[in-house]
């Protein structure tokens, strides 16, 4: 059964990874009551604790996730975690493309798309970000940098229907001036954005599952709000996710 609407948990770096195994499992019986045939919960730790988070919530309905992956195979590159690894270890989905990780490691579309396309080659969802700057907002060019930003995606897609066959693609639109900042946008700019984003990608319903997010300041005050916005079909949420209380009260609204 499919479920409407799935939420993201992005635990950044906020804890270390002896705090991470704690709310783990402190959490855990919570966490599970959590998920229903209506919502699916997808937890994103640090490449540290992955695996044994993982490990953690095996056979049950909790979704565990990467926050980044290498765009190389395997070889000589110091510090970087590959996809294969993730399949290795039963990994199902990994963020691409986080505002954070753009600036941090000035990734480009294209590097980004590369990640895209070794996450399907290994069988993994990607959960590609995607959002706008403050001046861009400003300048009025919002959909202009996510027709950038999503460009090379499709271009890969045209040739791997095959490879997206069994796989749900996520992606979540997060204004970069959202993250963090306590402020989101208002209904309109948010409607106009995602029918512009459910426009795009609803011609390859056929050929693809896709799952369309809303990134950016989530908390137990807006997520009521967020869920009505039109084509909003779950949250990817950062700094809120962390406190558990708070986590309930959004997955509880959002549904
Ligand atoms: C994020 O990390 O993608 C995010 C949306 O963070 P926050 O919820 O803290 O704004």
């Known amino acids: 059964m499919k479920k409407n609407f799935t939420?993201?948990?992005?635990?950044?770096?906020?804890?270390?990874?002896?705090?991470e195994l704690k709310f783990a499992t402190i959490n855990y019986d919570n966490f599970i009551k959590?998920?229903?045939?209506?919502?699916?919960?997808?937890?994103?730790?640090?490449?540290?604790?992955?695996?044994?988070?993982?490990?953690?919530?095996?056979?049950?309905?909790?979704f565990i996730g990467a926050q980044n992956c290498s765009t190389h195979l395997n070889g000589n590159f110091t510090g970087q975690?590959?996809?294969?690894?993730?399949?290795?270890?039963?990994?199902?989905?990994?963020?691409?493309?986080?505002?954070e990780t753009r600036r941090e490691f000035k990734e480009s579309n294209i590097d980004i798309a590369?990640?895209?396309?070794?996450?399907?080659?290994?069988?993994?969802?990607?959960?590609?970000?995607?959002?706008?700057?403050?001046?861009?907002?400003?300048?009025?060019?919002?959909l202009d940098v996510l027709t950038k930003q999503l460009d090379p995606i499709f271009k890969i897609m045209e040739n791997s229907y095959n490879k997206l066959n069994h796989l749900e693609l996520l992606i979540a639109y997060?204004?970069?001036?959202?993250?963090?900042?306590?402020?989101i946008p208002d209904q309109d700019y948010?409607?106009?954005i995602f029918s512009w984003l459910h426009k795009n990608f609803s011609g390859l319903r056929n050929k693809i599952v896709f799952t369309l997010l809303y990134g950016g300041s989530v908390n137990a005050e807006n997520a009521k709000f967020l869920k009505n916005i039109k084509n909003i079909n779950g949250f990817l949420i950062g700094k809120s996710s962390l406190d558990f209380q708070e986590f309930e009260k959004i997955v509880k609204y959002g549904i």
Not at 10 to 19: A, C, F, P, R, V
Not at 81 to 99: A, P, T
Request: charged share 20%; aromatic share 8%; hydrophobic share 40%.
């Open 7 to 19: 939420i993201i948990s992005n635990w950044k770096m906020y804890l270390d990874t002896i705090e």
């Open 34 to 62: 959590l998920t229903n045939s209506e919502n699916k919960i997808i937890l994103c730790p640090s490449f540290l604790s992955l695996n044994s988070i993982n490990q953690i919530f095996k056979s049950t309905d909790i």
């Open 174 to 183: 997060e204004p970069v001036w959202s993250i963090g900042s306590g402020i």
């Open 114 to 142: 590369n990640k895209f396309s070794r996450l399907i080659d290994f069988g993994i969802s990607p959960i590609l970000c995607i959002g706008e700057e403050l001046e861009e907002k400003k300048a009025g060019k919002t």
């Open 190 to 192: 948010l409607e106009n």
């Open 81 to 99: 975690i590959s996809v294969e690894s993730f399949n290795k270890l039963g990994i199902k989905y990994s963020i691409i493309g986080h505002s």
